[in-house]
């Protein structure tokens, strides 16, 4: 059964339609992208799958239960990596990590050696005292990384996770990712990069302008169109480009 | 809403609280003490007696409601914008279990902690200087809190329209000092044309600062009408900053 799907999905803000009438459904342990131009409409659909967002029309399941129904459950077995940083600046490395365990219900026994685990996992474990603005921009991916998994989610959510990384730091950040798929963890990400979408993703949604206009492997994409995955999606969304 | 979840987001501004409140606690502090020494003090000498009291007296009381009143109002302004805009520290907490109306009745519950916090830190002031008659004071406790929730209420929703931060100057210099200046904290309100003095009591901080001047002076009795006035107020906004935070924050 999918753990993700959506039916007739559309997000609408006034007449403006950022979602507009989509579906998919997404299967345990698979990693699936999200492709599409700035303005597509990829993050809204994040969005909604995490419960922030409601739809206007349509409807979103995750674990067979609606989004808009039983958002706390859904969370709960959810892992959310966003595209902007937000670490509560107030707090340290590790307090960031245990205040976010405690949102869980994680009790502070399980929380402490849990949290130094995640540190270690993302190459952080000897910053745990430093403040966050003391960190560079790939220690923040990574510690965003590390506070997503804090409730070792079934389902993790990455908008946009390599963004604004040097090519050493997205490597690493790949190879993780890797890992958490040969763990069975459901990936659902976003992204600019084509390698990245080849690499990681089983399969991959490409969508303009709020709708999806293909769905597929990779491989069967670039078959079919022609090309590499980069070529294919040109050929899919460029008719924005030449307005 | 939650309570479990509400729970939560209150440990986190507790966790964060008393990591950071060495650098703000002394403002909060510092300028009641000040109006006590200068007004109560110094302008006090030249004034007379008010209902049979020395003037420092007469303020005392009502430096505790004002102290808990802006406590609980710069958390739910800026304390809350910023959280929910410049660090989005919303955002974080909505990918957890936590839902948007748990983090607002966290905020509005904090908020009126805080009143609680610096409300308690005055009195104790206020004692040290001698200016409390009787211990019954410490019965206006719970009214601080009520009264710190509507507040709390008047500043989310407040925080929930504003369009940006520079906005609330507005809020302050046309709500919040009329009411630090009109409310009895300095003269009786009954000084002032009729008129006047009748909007003073559609306002909290009026008849939270009745509650404390009456109680220190052991009169419980005769500040009834206020003591529902707040209950009743705190429970009738109670819906307005949740229904407006989730349109703010929620798009």
């Known amino acids: ?243 | 809403m939650q309570i479990r979840h509400a729970w939560r987001v209150l440990q986190r501004h507790w966790t964060v609280y008393t990591k950071l409140y060495k650098s703000s606690f002394a403002l909060n502090f510092i300028e009641p003490v000040l109006y006590l020494v200068a007004m109560g003090m110094g302008l006090g000498v030249f004034v007379q007696e008010i209902n049979g009291q020395p003037y420092v007296k007469f303020i005392g009381p009502g430096i505790i409601a004002s102290s808990a009143m802006f406590a609980a109002v710069y958390e739910c302004t800026y304390g809350t914008y910023i959280r929910m805009t410049f660090q989005k520290t919303f955002d974080a907490i909505l990918a957890t279990p936590v839902n948007i109306d748990d983090l607002t009745a966290a905020e509005l519950i904090w908020g009126a902690a805080k009143s609680v916090i610096y409300g308690i830190t005055i009195m104790i002031v206020v004692a040290l200087f001698g200016l409390v008659d009787s211990p019954l004071l410490l019965l206006a406790i719970p009214f601080i809190f009520l009264c710190g929730l509507i507040f709390a209420e008047v500043s989310m929703i407040t925080t929930a329209l504003v369009p940006g931060i520079d906005s609330f100057s507005y809020f302050y210099t046309l709500f919040m000092t009329p009411l630090f200046l009109f409310s009895g904290i300095f003269f009786p309100v009954e000084a002032l044309p009729r008129a006047v003095a009748g909007i003073a009591w559609f306002t909290p901080l009026y008849h939270l600062v009745a509650i404390c001047r009456a109680f220190a002076a052991g009169h419980i009795t005769h500040v009834i009408g206020s003591m529902v006035w707040i209950v009743i107020v705190a429970a009738a906004l109670a819906p307005v900053p949740f229904r407006l935070m989730r349109r703010r924050v929620i798009q």
């Open chain 1, 1 to 243: 059964m999918a753990i993700v799907t959506a039916q007739g999905l559309v997000k609408a803000y006034g007449i403006v339609k950022a979602v507009n009438g989509i579906g998919f459904a997404i299967e345990p342990g698979e990693c699936f992208g999200f492709l599409g131009p700035n303005g597509a409409g990829k993050t809204t659909v994040m969005r909604i799958i995490s419960c922030f967002l409601p739809p206007t029309s349509g409807t979103v399941t995750v674990f067979g239960m609606d989004v808009t129904r039983e958002p706390s459950d859904i969370k709960a077995r959810m892992g959310l990596m966003p595209q902007e940083d937000n670490l509560d600046p107030d707090l340290s490395v590790f307090e960031n990590l245990i205040v976010y365990a405690r949102y869980f219900d994680i009790p502070r026994k399980k929380a402490v050696p849990l949290v130094n685990e995640l540190l270690d996992y993302v190459e952080l474990g000897d910053r745990g005292t430093m403040n966050i603005k003391e960190l560079s921009g790939g220690m923040k991916r990574r510690l965003l990384l590390a506070r997503s998994l804090v409730n070792s989610p079934e389902i993790l959510i990455l908008d946009e996770p390599t963004t604004g990384l040097d090519p050493h730091s997205r490597r690493a950040a790949w190879d993780k990712l890797n890992q958490l798929k040969f763990r069975n963890t459901t990936l659902l990400l976003t992204t600019h990069y084509m390698e990245e979408a080849e690499r990681l993703c089983d399969r991959v949604a490409i969508m303009d302008s709020g709708h999806i206009v293909a769905t597929d492997t990779p491989q069967n994409l670039m078959q079919l169109h022609g090309g590499n995955l980069e070529d294919v999606y040109l050929k899919l969304t460029g008719r924005n480009l030449a307005d």
